[in-house]
């Protein structure tokens, strides 16, 4: 198995299955996490960290705020530039933005706090935010209560996420004492390429053996065949159950 370093940089080998395959993040969510810093009198400034392929910042752009896009990996920000015209893109990590200080509102992570030092990237937030300024954190995680999808899920293997998801929940250092949660539930619907493309852009499938990956995908196809019922339009599709967790810290 890839070591933890190593699934957390692997994004970019798959960016064409991710931007496919993973899905965009509810508007409520995101409105909820940008309302402490909304202003009346100047836009919005808000980072994008962990962004991959611009999921999270195209939201944040409809929401209204002004995004800079943050990710370790020059590829997938190459694919952002494809998706959101007009977001300035950086490469950094959670742990080491560039960023002045006291710069921006809000530091949204959309599935990447999971993959960072929680201690060194709370106070890196707390450096690039200005006083009053949110922390964001935010997943989107299949509805394993329904038995199919965790038949899914065990096919593809649990994430990282997922695991912290199940335990504690994401842990914050100084300077945020406290986060506040909420969630949403909601359901998506796919195609059989598209739920390939969803395992297919998943960090263990994307580092595991050729035959593993092999096998893998050949269990998801198979479990869309289950599931798949054929629209008047002769697309086949199935819903996938999701809930979105999200996480605000606001920053003394």
């Keep these: 198995m890839a070591s933890r370093e190593e699934m957390s940089l692997s994004f970019g080998a798959a960016a064409g299955a991710y931007e496919s395959g993973r899905p965009d993040y509810p508007r409520e969510a995101v409105e909820w996490m940008l309302a402490p810093v ?66 921006v509102d809000a530091v949204l992570l959309g599935q990447a706090w999971h993959w960072v030092d929680p201690v060194a990237a709370s106070a890196e937030a707390g450096r690039v935010l200005r006083a009053g300024g949110v922390l964001g954190l935010v997943w989107n995680i299949r509805d394993d209560a329904d038995p199919w999808v965790a038949r899914l899920t065990a096919a593809m293997h649990g994430s990282h996420a997922e695991e912290m998801l199940q335990r504690e929940g994401p842990r914050v250092a100084d300077p945020f004492p406290v986060l506040e949660a909420r969630t949403w539930t909601w359901t998506r619907s796919l195609t059989r390429s598209a739920l390939l493309d969803m395992a297919a852009s998943r960090s263990y499938v994307i580092t595991a053996s050729e035959s593993d990956r092999t096998r893998i995908l050949g269990a998801v196809n198979a479990l869309f065949d289950e599931r798949r019922v054929t629209e008047a339009t002769g697309d086949e599709v199935l819903d996938l159950p999701y809930v979105t967790h999200a996480y605000r810290g606001i920053r003394p």
Excluded: C, N, Y
Aim: glycine share 10%; charged share 25%; no cysteine.
């Design 38 to 103: 909304r202003q009346h009198d100047r836009a919005l400034r808000a980072a994008d960290v962990g962004a991959g392929t611009g999921k999270l910042t195209r939201t944040m752009v409809e929401a209204g705020a002004e995004v800079v896009a943050i990710d370790p990996d020059s590829v997938m920000l190459a694919a952002l530039r494809e998706h959101v015209h007009g977001v300035p893109t950086f490469v950094g990590t959670a742990e080491r933005m560039p960023l002045p200080d006291a710069s």
